[in-house]
Every structure is written in structure tokens, then in C-alpha cells.
């Protein structure tokens, strides 16, 4: 028979202890350590018995032969595919996380019900919302008619017997993992043990059958994907996906993928009839932003291989505070602090006593250090009340010398910033010779000083008018 050894888990991070104790040494959050019941069994699930087993002998392959691998399938949902790497890859395992109603259930059925309409089998087990509830959602979506299969159900055994009889499903939808539960382990489900039993389950099945299996996963409170860091280790695939409450869209970004890059994004548009793809995302970014105002500047960025415009605002203000405030939204703080402290040191602009506002528009986060050039010409704009061109956009990374250095896929950058209408672009000093555009001009610059100077100079005009009113 198989013995029961009791372990203390951490469920934040899953660090196994021998007794419980307060404070999980591992990750250092409070009260997350759990006892927990684990049936331990031999290899294949079969209870381990007194004496050693002997293994079973297998066959070996060379790396030449014929790979029978099955092409990507592709969703029709683009944004998606883009993401995945060009379709859904046989026998591959993709966990999807988000926040709580940000739209992943939506875009899983309408991503389903597009493949069943291709006459492919795709199961949707469901094991947070009933069948009913689920062809609600459907309904809403215009999506009745499209024959993908329903379940309710969160035992993953029964659920692994019933996808093997009739033919392999293309897609399999877990909606979600943290409620999966296996005979296995004797623990809650959602305990550390049953997620990662439950999820080693689900992986062998695809590997075995070919089944394309997407695991919906929840996320805490710093938006990370809940439970043990070692189901993202076990998948093949990895997608965040993002959006902020007060807008409209939502990004899906690839964290992990074994089968595409790691650094695309798929942007949609949340409408009353669903998620809806927005093939320019750039445009939607850039629209509605004030021409008139200082403080704001176009960067010219890259997620994966598509470029991407999005609007920098920063506002800078004296402060009555002994502490000036720091407030970034959508980039790095220590980033911004770097590029202050470069302003005050290498160009004379003295931030010391201003609170300092940046915010990206639209809710996108940009992690690329490309930026740097963008966030220094809003700050120096804000500062002096210039207002930067509107048809200028702007990318470069900064050194602590205030130089001003050139980054990756440039001509990308200018050919699409020429396709929104941009007539100038400030770059680097090093990528003017090899990224020329034709009708699109820019400005090289070789040091953050150099920039400074020109806004400080077009700001000092535009105060000017001010000036006289007041007298």
C-alpha cells in the first residue's frame, strides 16, 4: 500500500519543511506554510512496494530521421497566434495567467470556437463556472453554433479517461489549474502538491496524445502566477496576460515559450461582442494625445518583432515636500532615478526639490532601456514648458557619461513611425547612417546634453509671451 508522509509546504513558492514554522525561508512571505498529505507511489503512479523495481529498457533515436511532428495549428485569432509563435504546437502544454475578469475565459472560447468551426475536436473543461454558465458566455459572443465541447468537471483522471475516448482533441481548455484536484495527493485543491500533481497529469496526457492543452492559471496580488514556480518550469509556454481597469485593452505577452519568442505581445481591444484584435496597436495608443501640451514625447518602441508608438507624459512640479515625490506607471523606477540623476549631474537640470510624475499612456509597460532618450526629452519639456514637435518621435538609451547610445532594430522603428504620418525622429549619433528612411528626418544626437540644450532653448522662447502678459 502506499504511506502517507506529512510535509509542511509553503504555498507561495513551494518550499517543503519538515515542521511548520511562521515564515517561509525561501521566499520570506508570512503564514503560507500548510501541511499537507502526500501518498508516495512508484514510478507511473503505481504504489511503490518493499523492494526495488527494475526498469523497463527503451528504445534510443538519432537526431537524423523523420520528425512527425504535425505542423502549427493556427487559432484564425492573429494577435494569439503571433503570440504562441505562428499557431499552436501538437502535444505542447501553455499556461495562461491574469487578473480576475480580465478577459482569459473569453478569449479561450472565442479562440475555441474558431478552431471547432475548422472542423477540429477542442474540449473546454470548465472547473470554476457550470456548463450553463459557460454557454451563457457563448451566447453573448454569437458563438452557440460552434461545436467545442463542454464539461464541468475537476478530477484529473476522470477528465484525462474521458478526452482519450473518440478522436485526440486538437485543443484542450483548463479553466483553471488551481482547481484541479488528483487521487494522488490527499490535500486541498489548490495546495501547492495538487497543483503541481494535477499539472504533471495533464502534461503527460498531452505529451502522449498530441492534444495542444492551454492551463488557465490565477495570479497574486504583484500579478504572478499563483502557486509553485515549478509548473512554469514543467510547461512548454508561459502567457501574462495584462490590462489595466480603466482602459479598453488587453495585452497578452509571452514570459516563457519553447516554441516562439519571449518577448511578443498580442494586443485586443475588450468590445461588447468580445476581445477583438487590434492588428496597429500604435494607433491606438497614440489617439487622443494632446498636441499642444509640454511634457510629452512619442518613443518609438519594440515588444518582440512588432514596433510600437506610445506617448511618455511626465510632469514635473516644485514640491513642498523635504522629500520630493517619485511616481512612475508603466516603466522602471530605478530607471527613471538613473535618468534623473544623469540630468542633474551631466546637464545642469536640477530636479532636486520637483516631484516628478511619468506615466506611460495607455497602460502599456515598457522595458526596454530605449526609452531613456524619450523619458528625458518629457522631463526637460515639462520642466521648462516647451512643447516638443508632434510629428517627432524619439528612442535611445542613456549612459551615466550622458551618452547617448544606440539600440536594437532602428530602421523598424522609423518605418513605422514614417507609416503614422512622423516627419522627425532624434536618435542616436550611430544609427543615423544605417537607418535612413527616406521622407523622414532626423536628428542624431551624440549626448543627452545636446537635446537639453534644444528644448531648453525652445522653451525659454515659448515663456516669453507669458512673461510680458504678467507685466
Known amino acids: ?97 491574469g487578473d480576475p475578469g480580465i478577459g482569459k475565459s473569453t478569449l479561450l472560447i472565442q479562440a475555441s470556437a474558431r478552431l471547432a468551426r475548422m472542423g477540429h475536436r477542442v474540449v473546454y473543461i470548465s472547473g470554476e463556472e457550470a456548463v450553463g454558465q459557460v454557454r451563457l458566455r457563448a451566447e453573448r459572443l454569437g458563438l452557440t453554433a460552434s461545436p467545442v465541447e463542454l464539461a464541468a468537471e475537476t478530477n484529473v483522471e476522470d477528465i484525462v479517461a474521458t478526452l ?6 486538437r485543443l484542450v481548455v483548463i479553466d483553471s489549474i488551481q482547481t484541479m484536484w488528483t487521487d494522488k495527493v490527499e490535500s486541498a485543491p489548490g495546495t501547492v502538491s495538487q497543483v503541481r500533481s494535477a499539472a504533471q497529469v495533464l502534461i503527460r496526457y498531452a505529451k502522449k496524445s498530441g492534444a495542444a492543452v492551454i492551463l488557465v492559471g490565477h495570479v497574486t496580488k504583484d500579478g504572478q502566477i499563483a502557486g509553485p514556480r515549478v509548473v512554469e518550469h514543467m510547461v512548454d509556454a508561459v502567457m501574462s496576460f495584462e490590462g489595466e481597469g480603466g482602459h479598453h485593452f488587453r495585452i497578452l505577452r509571452a514570459v516563457k515559450n519553447r516554441f516562439g519568442p519571449t518577448d511578443e505581445i498580442g494586443v485586443f481591444e475588450m468590445t461588447g461582442k468580445g476581445l477583438r484584435e487590434v492588428p496597429n496597436p500604435s494607433e491606438l495608443f497614440l489617439a487622443g494625445r494632446d498636441l499642444g501640451a509640454p511634457g510629452t514625447a512619442v518613443f518609438a518602441g519594440m515588444e518582440g518583432t512588432r514596433p510600437v508608438l506610445v506617448e511618455i507624459q511626465a510632469l514635473v512640479a516644485p514640491s513642498t515636500l523635504g522629500t520630493p515625490r517619485r511616481a512612475v506607471v508603466g516603466w522602471d523606477g530605478a530607471r527613471m532615478s538613473m535618468v534623473l540623476a544623469v540630468l542633474d549631474a551631466h546637464c545642469g537640470v536640477r530636479l532636486g526639490s520637483h516631484d516628478v510624475y511619468l506615466n506611460v499612456a495607455g497602460g502599456l509597460r515598457i522595458a526596454e532601456p530605449a526609452a531613456d532618450l524619450a523619458v528625458a526629452a518629457a522631463l526637460v519639456s515639462s520642466l521648462t514648458g516647451a512643447v516638443l514637435p508632434a510629428d517627432a518621435v524619439y528612442f535611445g538609451e542613456v549612459s551615466l557619461s550622458g551618452a547617448v547610445r544606440p539600440v536594437a532594430q532602428a530602421a523598424a522603428r522609423l518605418k513605422e513611425a514614417k507609416k503614422l504620418g512622423f516627419t522627425k525622429a532624434v536618435v542616436p549619433e550611430v544609427a543615423r547612417g544605417e537607418t535612413g528612411e527616406p521622407g523622414l528626418g532626423t536628428q542624431s544626437v551624440n549626448n543627452l546634453s545636446t537635446l537639453v540644450a534644444d528644448i531648453a532653448a525652445a522653451g525659454v522662447g515659448a515663456r516669453k509671451p507669458k512673461a510680458v502678459a504678467n507685466d
Do not use: H
Open 164 to 169: 482519450s475516448e473518440g478522436g485526440t482533441p
Open 1 to 97: 500500500m502506499a504511506r502517507n508522509i506529512t510535509s509542511f509546504v509553503c504555498q507561495s513558492c513551494g518550499a517543503s519543511y519538515g515542521r511548520w514554522q511562521g515564515k517561509c525561508e525561501s521566499c520570506g512571505a508570512w503564514n503560507t506554510i500548510a501541511e499537507e498529505s502526500v501518498a508516495t507511489t512508484g514510478v507511473g503512479g503505481a504504489p511503490a512496494k518493499g523492494g526495488a523495481k527494475k526498469g523497463r529498457t527503451f528504445a534510443l533515436a538519432g537526431l537524423d530521421g523523420v520528425n512527425d511532428q504535425a505542423p502549427r495549428t493556427e487559432t484564425q485569432v492573429g494577435e494569439l497566434d503571433r503570440v504562441f509563435g505562428g499557431g499552436l504546437v501538437k502535444g505542447s502544454v501553455i499556461l495562461i495567467g
